[in-house]
């Protein structure tokens, strides 16, 4: 209405503001660019340079539009430094604070933060003060320095929540610390502030947060073997997310989207899903993993690597890299380089005291010593990354490192290989770990013990009494509306059932869904 009386930037960017709120990213920044020029041709530097400021923002979190975001950041200094804008200039720092961080380099990330924080204390700008705090957080964590990073992320967390700063401040306090917690394995911290932040996104509800929220709770349950629940959290994000806003919220959905099928054996589709976005950093980890299960090694390799160059080895990012190449390597018959890089994790986790990187390094080691034959094969290692992923509430890795220890003393104490081995099967039939489950079944088929996996889908002991009906009806063909009917249920609750029915099966739809239900369910 203020616009129809009179195009003014600041009716331009009380608009461009809603919109962005209302999920109309591409429409809020034409109205702020509409804006800036309107606030420059009134000559009014200090308006321009605040719009500038959330331009570069957005083109960067909402977009991934480095250049415009590198550009409208830079315009933004430009006019800080040509009107001494100085209360300005820690938002200018805070913004490459961002960049530097997202980018790989959380070292200078760090400093920028510490230089904007100096500034808001200095001109009482609390908005300032808690985002810097947030983004000095985010940095020590994805240094590995996890501890001390945290403690400033809840600092920052709780001043934004508690009303200290305004809802801006408060959708980037909180993705800076879900993303940060959630790549740390500090889960249990991650899902905390999850549902604190979904609480004010109930309220002001910011497409941005919400796009970072279920990705990072996918990913939070997917970590913590909840995989019937992760599926239908990262499902949704990419359903709430377009092709063009939020693109790289959507390849972290899709990357972990990918490493849950992988993990269920389902090699096709996790390909699927990464087609086309191999290339992005988001993506390394599944991809070099997919390699290596084809049995593709140089380019696992070559993937792990060049990302581990960019990251560098003291980055939190590098432990996973460092034990899939370590993986890799002794694939390739490489265990010198193998050993070499598992020491550089073992040494990462002693030094950063970053319990997730601790337990990777002691399943390399392990790994490696089992892998040349060494006496023991690396047992006292393997022990201990059990446990660490025990406490961590990681199953699958758990299960994994336990399968590992199993092989390790299989020679010297068989019984207890054994054991250890039927626990991790059971585990793993139970997470829906159809791949590692083969692999259990297998090694313990080496040791004389019966432990037969069928080929295909998983059997039907794992669904509950009411999903094994869902499944019979799903034989018949029936629709979600005729079985709600039939089992005298809502039809919420059956499409609550049917993918939990498809992802414990390990199937890919209601037709392989019908087709197993007619060849093992009796009739």
């Not at 389902?266 to 988001?282: F, N, T, V």
Request: net charge negative; glycine share 10%.
């Amino acid at each position: 209405m203020a616009l129809e009386l009179e195009e003014s930037p600041a009716a331009l960017l009380g608009l461009g503001n809603a919109l962005w709120w209302l999920d109309e990213t591409e429409a809020s920044l034409r109205c702020r660019e509409r804006a800036y020029a309107a606030f420059r041709h009134r000559s009014d530097p200090f308006q321009a340079t605040t719009t500038a400021l959330q331009l570069a923002y957005h083109y960067g979190a909402n977009l991934g539009d480095v250049p415009a975001a590198r550009g409208w950041g830079m315009r933004a200094a430009r006019l800080v430094e040509d009107f001494e804008l100085a209360p300005l200039e820690g938002w200018v720092l805070l913004g490459r604070a961002a960049g530097a961080s997202s980018g790989g380099d959380p070292r200078v990330g760090e400093g920028f933060a510490r230089q904007a924080r100096e500034l808001a204390r200095r001109f009482g700008d609390t908005d300032l003060e808690l985002c810097a705090l947030s983004q000095i957080g985010g940095a020590l964590v994805l240094m590995g320095r996890v501890e001390e990073g945290a403690l400033l992320l809840d600092e920052a967390m709780a001043g934004a929540l508690g009303g200290e700063g305004g809802p801006e401040t408060v959708v980037h306090t909180s993705c800076v610390t879900i993303v940060c917690c959630s790549r740390a394995a500090e889960l249990k911290r991650a899902a905390q502030w999850i549902r604190a932040a979904s609480e004010f996104n109930r309220r002001y509800g910011s497409p941005h947060l919400d796009a970072v929220c279920r990705t990072a709770y996918g990913g939070v349950l997917l970590a913590t073997g909840r995989w019937v629940e992760a599926e239908t959290e990262l499902q949704s994000a990419l359903q709430k997310m377009s092709k063009t806003a939020e693109p790289l919220v959507r390849i972290e959905a899709l990357a972990k989207l990918a490493e849950l099928r992988l993990a269920q054996g389902r090699l096709e589709e996790a390909w699927r899903l990464l087609d086309g976005i191999e290339d992005h950093a988001a993506t390394t980890y599944a991809t070099a993993a997919l390699h290596l299960e084809r049995r593709e090694l140089v380019p696992a390799a070559s993937i792990l690597r060049r990302r581990l160059r960019t990251v560098g080895e003291e980055s939190l990012e590098s432990a996973m890299l460092l034990e899939l190449l370590s993986e890799v390597e002794i694939e390739q018959g490489a265990p010198e380089a193998a050993l070499t890089n598992a020491r550089r994790l073992a040494a990462l986790g002693a030094s950063s005291n970053c319990d997730v990187t601790v337990a990777r390094g002691e399943r390399a080691l392990g790994r490696v010593l089992l892998a040349t034959g060494e006496p023991g094969g690396g047992a006292p290692h393997l022990e201990r990354a059990f446990e660490a992923f025990g406490r961590l509430e990681l199953p699958l890795e758990a299960c994994r490192t336990r399968l590992l220890l199993a092989r390790a003393i299989a020679a010297s104490e068989p019984e207890a290989a054994i054991a250890e081995a039927r626990g991790a099967l059971a585990s793993l039939e139970a997470l829906g770990a159809s791949r590692d489950a083969d692999a259990t079944a297998a090694f313990l088929r080496t040791l004389g013990v019966k432990a037969s996996r069928s080929s295909g889908p998983r059997g039907v002991g794992l669904l509950t009494n009411r999903e094994l009906e869902v499944l019979g009806l799903l034989g018949e063909g029936l629709s979600n509306p005729q079985m709600a009917e039939r089992l005298f249920i809502t039809r919420k609750t059956v499409e609550n059932h049917v993918p939990s029915v498809l992802s414990k099966l390990g199937l890919s739809g209601r037709a392989e869904a019908a087709a197993y239900a007619i060849r093992h369910l009796e009739r």
